[in-house]
């Protein structure tokens, strides 16, 4: 056969299979509230309104709250990977009980206060790569949508009044439950607080308190006061997104009673209230129980971010599926590091090689040609790609198999390079950038793309390898130093005895020819929790609330 139309007929082919790919890849999420996994498919063709329960901001953020956000930036990359429109929406409650007690005890402001952790838990999800939401709706800006809200439920029989609060009759909301499958009669609303007796049923929840001395206010139809919790949610979806939309998101432990509550609200406001998809991630556990800041058992973001890169954080919180229970693990985290360095060591590498190689790749804009290996690893990574992630954002997945042995070949293909003549060297010069392209362009879907260049987030790693060992790095250059006289009077006993100091503190020295290099590595004996090095000191554990 002619060469010409072979190559026609593969072009063919190669399209013909992309197109069947495209087609069975349907991205599939678990809904919550028919308890399976089914078809995305958005309201509106080709755009997506998504609406994720954020934080109260009294503190700074913990572990659990990094994870629903990563959770949901990662959803909401892959759909912007799908070529979809998205409103996303995150609420920041400003307004509530434990905001109050805490600018009582702080002598603030509480909208001061609040206004700050907002500021804080905004750069935390910056140093975490978590994309900015189209809009971040704060309650104290949106009384009149709130209070416009309360008004429609009342005027439909759903709200009664007393003393200036308001309350939701649940008896009037026949489905109440149908979200969390909770039955009505197994509310118990007196087990840990007594008992409102002026509501007409123990589960009538708040949708307007009534003004307190000392605590903020704004005017309504029933006097002065504040928000529910729940309706801020309900008012501000609807306001952003419209009754009818297609995702909305939170951690588990909001599927009762925030997210039933919601949807009782918005229903009774407006009947056709619908939402599409109800998605939850799973919880952070320490010790197997839930982390959390009223049990007192949390990490803040900070506390790790200051010994871990936040890039090996979020490989942490991605390693594992998001609906799944996720344990806080020293160990896990250094395993992270450790990832999140060979990847871009290897990127780095391969990307020091193809600088240097620069002049002798083609610019004819003719396809790649690239070797069979190279060819069969990227599609490999392309298809587990595509498999995983349309499977309800099987994050931690992917970045084992096919992506691992890409790492591999690149480095493989690497040495190769080294040993090659230059008329040989174009078919490995080509094949690294196709799959350094690939490589990269999973990297960024899942947000851990660094924002800089290799070589200074591998600095950034090595930095916070030192501090968890407690060294600098003058402490570990004289050891290699000292290690080197060793050597040179054949006291190898003694010279193994001081790579196994530094490999358990997390320095591994790598003897290359006859030099000798560092780089971090994953303690050899590693307790859990946060263990200091001689002479540190933990981070303080923050109050509980």
Same mark, same amino acid.
């Given at each position: ?60 953020? @913990? ?175 609807? @306001? ?7 995702? @909305? ?251 196994? @100091? ?44």
């Amino acid at each position: 056969m002619d060469p010409s139309k072979q190559e026609t007929n593969q072009k063919k082919a190669s399209k013909t299979m992309a197109k069947k790919e495209t087609q069975e890849f349907q991205f599939v999420v678990y809904n919550t509230m028919t308890q399976q996994k089914e078809v995305f498919k958005p309201k509106t063709p080709g755009k997506v309104c998504m609406y994720v329960c954020g934080v109260t901001a009294y503190d700074f953020s @913990h572990l659990g709250h990094a994870r629903a956000a990563v959770s949901f930036d990662v959803l909401y990359r892959y759909l912007k990977h799908l070529g979809y429109e998205i409103t996303y929406v995150r609420n920041f409650t400003d307004v509530d009980d434990k905001i109050i007690r805490r600018a009582n005890e702080t002598g603030e402001d509480p909208i001061s206060l609040s206004d700050r952790y907002c500021k804080e838990y905004n750069i935390d999800m910056s140093d975490l790569q978590c994309l900015s939401p189209t809009h971040e709706p704060r309650v104290s800006d949106h009384m009149e949508q709130i209070k416009d809200m309360i008004t429609q439920i009342i005027n439909k029989d759903f709200g009664y009044v007393v003393d200036g609060d308001v309350f939701f009759a649940v008896d009037k909301f026949p489905n109440y439950g149908k979200l969390s499958g909770q039955k009505l009669e197994n509310n118990r609303a007196g087990e840990r607080v007594a008992v409102d007796s002026r509501k007409r049923n123990p589960s009538d929840f708040a949708l307007w308190k009534a003004a307190k001395p000392g605590e903020p206010s704004w005017d309504s139809p029933w006097g002065p006061g504040r928000p529910g919790w729940h309706i801020e949610c309900s008012a501000m979806s609807a @306001h952003y997104l419209s009754f009818k939309f297609d995702i @909305h998101g939170g951690g588990l432990d909001l599927i009762f009673p925030h997210h039933e509550n919601e949807i009782a609200q918005s229903c009774a406001a407006c009947e056709e209230s619908d939402v599409s998809y109800w998605m939850h991630n799973g919880h952070v556990t320490n010790n197997n129980e839930k982390m959390s800041k009223s049990l007192g058992n949390f990490f803040t973001i900070r506390q790790i971010t200051e010994r871990y890169h936040p890039l090996a954080l979020r490989y942490f919180l991605i390693n594992a599926h998001y609906r799944s229970p996720l344990n806080y693990s020293i160990v896990q985290l250094e395993g992270a590091s450790d990832a999140v360095f060979y990847i871009y060591q290897t990127l780095k590498d391969c990307q020091d090689a193809l600088l240097q190689l620069q002049e002798e790749m083609p610019n004819d804009g003719k396809p790649a040609r690239i070797s069979p290996d190279a060819k069969e690893c990227i599609s490999k990574l392309r298809n587990e790609f595509q498999v995983k992630m349309s499977d309800d954002l099987s994050t931690s997945l992917i970045l084992t198999g096919a992506f691992l042995e890409a790492l591999k070949l690149v480095n493989n293909l690497l040495t190769m390079l080294k040993k090659q003549q230059k008329q040989q060297r174009l078919l490995v010069i080509q094949s690294l950038k196709e799959i350094e392209k690939e490589v990269t362009k999973i990297l960024d879907v899942l947000g851990l793309q660094p924002p800089c260049s290799y070589n200074e987030v591998l600095l950034q790693l090595k930095e916070k390898a030192l501090t968890r060992a407690g060294l600098v790095e003058d402490d570990v250059i004289r050891l290699i130093n000292q290690r080197a006289e060793v050597r040179r009077n054949k006291d190898f006993l003694k010279s193994d005895q001081m790579r196994a @100091h530094l490999q358990a503190k997390g320095i591994a020295l790598m003897d290359v020819g006859t030099e000798t290099i560092w780089r971090p590595c994953v303690p050899v004996q590693q307790e859990s929790g946060i263990v200091p090095s001689e002479g540190q000191k933990v981070p303080p554990k923050p109050e509980t609330a």
